[in-house]
């Protein structure tokens, strides 16, 4: 059973930078990582995604160069830094992980595990 735990989620003003990390267990079906986000009243967006195997990013469009995504395989770890980020970034910042090959990165059908989230504020 496949585990994403999250941390580094919090408060910081506009302009700011935060780096969220997603820990996760029993990865061996594991084909992609990836990061997304849902504000209150909004749909849950794709942030971005990479490729285990060759470190292939893929970022929404929103992103825009702010955002970065790494991962440590040796440590099953997951990373989304932020940068510049803006008021509007504020939402519940979920890791997931998905076991299927050719994905449709953008679609939340294609990841099967979620990390409970964590909260992301940005202040102006």
């Known amino acids: 059973q496949v585990q994403l735990v999250e941390s580094g989620g919090g408060w910081v003003q506009a302009g700011g930078s935060l780096r969220l990390s997603c820990t996760a267990s029993d990865t061996w079906s594991i084909y992609y990582m990836g990061w997304f986000r849902q504000a209150p009243g909004k749909e849950r967006e794709y942030v971005g995604s990479i490729k285990r195997n060759n470190h292939n990013t893929d970022y929404g469009d929103f992103v825009k160069g702010r955002f970065t995504i790494s991962i440590d395989n040796a440590k099953d770890t997951v990373y989304l830094q932020m940068n510049s980020l803006k008021p509007e970034d504020s939402a519940v910042y979920y890791c997931?992980?998905?076991?299927?090959?050719?994905?449709?990165?953008?679609?939340?059908?294609?990841?099967?595990?979620w990390g409970q989230g964590t909260q992301v504020t940005v202040s102006s």
């Open positions: 997931a992980a998905s076991p299927v090959y050719s994905i449709s990165r953008d679609s939340t059908t294609d990841w099967y595990h």
